[in-house]
């Protein structure tokens, strides 16, 4: 019982944290960044934080985590395996979209594409969640993968998926960062500069800190043994569950 209120107390907390970064996000961009459009001028550009945030982030984490809530064990878990499965395609969508919009934007603006650490961290990412999504489909999803290679696939599978998320982060805060270094400079656009922490500036650097809080929370979720989901021996004849294992 202990254990339930437990895990329950810390995922209330991850979706918390979840509603909160997206409300951040969003609320930065329309107030301070001018709204958004898709016209290859710099409100389009804003499409991408948002995208990337609740993509990378938001829906990534939580889809990470959601064979760990106990109600779901006493149900199939090949519908939670789908459920993961949508919410990390939705996520990958999100990213997608959210890359399109800024190179886009940089095309229309003759600005150079993937010259900082940023971008290329970023592109990195995207390249190892698309891969991870077609490889954990392919091995655990379609009835035709065959017992063996879910053994074989599964502690990369898992590995990944944290080192993922791990990136996504670095991705998000640098790239947030980079923006507010980019936007608050001196005498632009009346604004203050950012060493002297305008609001726009208080609340970049505060979704920065939700980010991280959010994959802090998510790792620990995803860490703690007692938090698994209870091996099914019935579920898949044949397949040994190896520890750790909840795809």
Not at 31 to 51: A, C, I, M
Not at 91 to 109: K, R, S
Request: aromatic letters at 12%; hydrophobic letters at 50%.
């Amino acid at each position: 019982m202990k254990a339930t209120v437990s895990f329950y107390t810390a995922y209330l907390l991850c979706l918390v944290l979840s509603v909160v970064c997206v409300v951040l996000v969003i609320s930065w961009n329309a107030t301070y960044r001018e709204g958004f459009s898709w016209d290859g001028k710099n409100t389009q550009f804003n499409w991408h934080p948002v995208l990337m945030v609740i993509g990378l982030v938001v829906l990534y984490g939580n889809a990470a985590v959601v064979y760990r809530v106990p109600l779901t064990w006493i149900q199939d878990k090949l519908i939670w395996k789908i459920v993961h499965a949508s919410l990390l395609l939705l996520a990958l969508i999100f990213t997608i979209v959210g890359l399109c919009a800024v190179f886009d934007y940089h095309n229309a603006n003759n600005i150079p594409n993937l010259y900082s650490l940023h971008s290329w961290v970023g592109i990195l990412t995207s390249a190892l969640f698309a891969a991870q999504w077609v490889v954990g489909f392919g091995a655990f999803l379609l009835p035709c993968s065959p017992v063996p290679l879910r053994v074989f696939v599964k502690p990369a599978h898992v590995w990944m998926g944290a080192i993922i998320l791990v990136l996504s982060v670095v991705s998000c805060i640098s790239g947030i960062n980079e923006k507010l270094f980019f936007a608050l400079k001196k005498g632009t656009n009346g604004t203050l500069p950012y060493n002297q922490l305008p609001p726009e500036a208080v609340l970049g650097n505060s979704l920065g800190v939700v980010i991280v809080a959010l994959a802090l929370v998510v790792l620990k979720i995803l860490s703690n043994q007692a938090w698994q989901r209870p091996e099914q021996r019935t579920e898949e004849a044949g397949y040994r569950q190896l520890p750790g294992d909840n795809s």
